[in-house]
């Protein structure tokens, strides 16, 4: 059974930093795509960033390339999202999510790729 459990939201000044935190339970967690999506009110779920456990390769989305990382420990089967230089537009419940099975991520980062989810953090970025 996969079990993902998100933390580290919270709310925080522009120009401020957070750490999210994903802790899977996993039956195989190496050479998994996990990756880390948000929805805001009205708008629909987005791909931020992903993680492939295999050999660490990244990729982010424009909106926070550059400000975002994505990093893990496998000894812990813990994916972590560092989020520097926070605007409100970030302001969102931020998902962690797995793509089911083992194998290379998806070319897109976009929900339906991605089989297994947690139950998200909030984060509010205030002006």
């Known amino acids: 059974q996969v079990q993902l459990v998100e933390s580290g939201g919270g709310s925080v000044q522009a120009g401020g930093s957070l750490r999210l935190s994903c802790a899977a339970s996993?039956?195989?967690?190496?050479?998994?795509?996990m990756g880390w999506f948000r929805q805001a009110p009205g708008k629909e779920r987005e791909g931020v960033a992903r993680?492939?456990?295999?050999?660490?390769?990244?990729y982010y989305a424009a909106s926070v390339r550059g400000r975002f990382i994505i990093s893990q420990d496998s000894a812990k089967n813990t994916v972590y999202l560092q989020m520097n230089s926070l605007k409100p537009e970030d302001s969102a419940m931020y998902y962690c999510?797995?793509?089911?099975?083992?194998?290379?991520?998806?070319?897109?980062?976009?929900?339906?790729?991605?089989?297994?989810w947690g139950q998200g953090t909030q984060v509010t970025v205030s002006s």
């Open positions: 996993l039956y195989t967690y190496r050479s998994r795509c």
């Open positions: 993680i492939y456990t295999g050999d660490g390769d990244t």
């Open positions: 999510a797995v793509v089911a099975g083992s194998g290379l991520c998806p070319l897109v980062l976009r929900p339906e790729k991605f089989g297994y």
